[in-house]
């Protein structure tokens, strides 16, 4: 005994299998002739077949339930007396065209059902799911029923090279537009998209194509989310992975478990063009070169402007020159404000989240056309809106989910290795 423990030997012990090897069992082949059935006996057994017949399009904004119908090649006063008047069925054609249409039809070419897919009518779940609204033939009589599904997902690969620009690159690749702009998202304080591209740059990408009950949506490009991605600029090697954290909130996060995401957005708008940089300018109405005190974002009017830290309204509403305005006070004697807006959406002393919408586009005040005005201070004094988002801080994925996101992380990249043989093209991985 040794402090009260027995110790205990332990043998190993090889033991022989017991199923005997493959290649030594008896074989035997067998052959058997199948005499077909006559070629009438086949067309006889075809023709007793209740074959359905599938024909699919996509809605327009100038249809109606005639013209539709007989784009699916389907001719059916009832159908389409019920698609007039029933108030569920109606918004099959209601609203903006595009909505995915897939009818039924009876070998004798009798409408069964119309099935139509389209983005979730709640806009808060539009990202996830999608309508789906059923006419069908029940009993003799026709009926409809809305629903709501979650969309669907298969995983594509992406390959790019810089040539010019990085939506000409997402262009020649195939990448839809959506895809591209998050790009732009997940690494806007990493690369300035406008002015450090470099002709030779790659980038290598995983995301999501979306699906309607399999089929591959008709709408926002058909993709979701990117779920990681690597950029290359001037050797420079940059990664994003899309993680979720025990929290159920996501976030992007560098390899070493460090989240993209900072204290400051470095854009109000989601992927918009400089049209002024934080430098002297000519004023465009006083005619006089002036240091300009923010950055303006052209876009059209009623784009929708977002705050771009956590903080509380100071002032919503005119402002002289500015227009429509919106100030927002942070911590740490930081404030933000955004001016030329069409549209206000918060009021003073609403608490807003960073990503927000607070306001819209527009040209109020003194502006030569619709454009957002955004300025950044600190203690009152102007600042560099992309150098503090660049500084701001961040933080390191906790201890807990370490494991979960090594996991991850070791799946992703060996997808992006995938991804960057694909040499400026894109697939989808099975």
Do not use: C
Not at 6 to 23: D, K, R
Not at 147 to 172: H, K, M, N, V, Y
Not at 389 to 402: G, I, N
């Amino acid at each position: 005994m040794l402090g009260g423990f027995g110790l205990t030997a332990v043998a190993t012990v090889a033991i022989a299998p017991l199923v005997p090897e493959p290649a030594l069992l008896p074989q035997r082949l067998v052959t058997e002739a199948l005499q077909p059935q006559g070629l009438a006996e086949q067309l006889g057994a075809l023709a007793a077949q209740d074959l359905v017949l599938t024909r699919s399009t996509l809605t327009r904004a100038s249809d109606s339930a005639e013209l539709l119908l007989a784009r699916l090649g389907v001719v059916d006063a009832a159908a389409a007396d019920f698609l007039r008047g029933d108030a569920r069925a109606r918004r099959l054609l209601a609203g903006r065209g595009g909505k995915m249409v897939q009818a039924q039809v009876s070998s004798e070419g009798a409408l069964q059902s119309l099935v139509a897919r389209y983005p979730a009518e709640r806009s808060e779940s539009a990202r996830t799911h999608f309508t789906r609204l059923t006419v069908e033939r029940v009993g003799g009589n026709w009926t409809a029923h809305l629903e709501t599904a979650p969309l669907g997902g298969q995983l594509r690969l992406a390959s790019g090279t810089i040539r010019s620009t990085l939506f000409a690159a997402t262009d020649e690749a195939g990448i839809p537009d959506s895809v591209a702009a998050q790009i732009a998202e997940i690494f806007v304080t990493d690369i300035d998209f406008h002015r450090e591209l470099k002709k030779g740059d790659t980038f290598h990408l995983v995301y999501e194509a979306l699906t309607a009950d399999g089929e591959p949506v008709a709408w926002n490009d058909g993709a979701g989310r990117v779920l990681a991605a690597e950029f290359v600029t001037s050797g420079r090697r940059y990664e994003a992975v899309w993680f979720v954290g025990g929290d159920g909130r996501g976030a992007y996060f560098t390899p070493d478990g460090r989240s993209k995401r900072r204290s400051f957005l470095a854009s109000p708008m989601a992927f918009s063009r400089v049209t002024s940089g934080f430098a002297m300018r000519l004023h465009p109405l006083l005619q006089s070169w002036r240091k300009h005190n923010g950055i303006d974002y052209g876009a059209p009017t009623g784009t929708s402007v977002r705050v771009v830290g956590d903080g509380v309204v100071d002032f919503a509403g005119w402002r002289n020159g500015y227009g429509n305005l919106v100030e927002v006070r942070h911590g740490g004697d930081r404030t933000t404000v955004y001016a030329h807006l069409s549209r206000i959406d918060v009021r003073r002393g609403q608490r807003v989240d960073q990503g927000q919408n607070i306001g819209a586009v527009g040209a109020t005040g003194w502006a030569t056309g619709p454009h957002l005005h955004f300025e950044f201070r600190i203690h009152g004094q102007h600042q560099d809106p992309l150098a503090i988002a660049r500084a701001s801080e961040t933080f390191v994925l906790d201890a807990a989910s370490q494991p979960r996101f090594a996991l991850a992380l070791q799946t992703v990249q060996a997808r992006l290795g995938i991804a960057e043989t694909l040499s400026g093209t894109s697939g989808t991985l099975e």
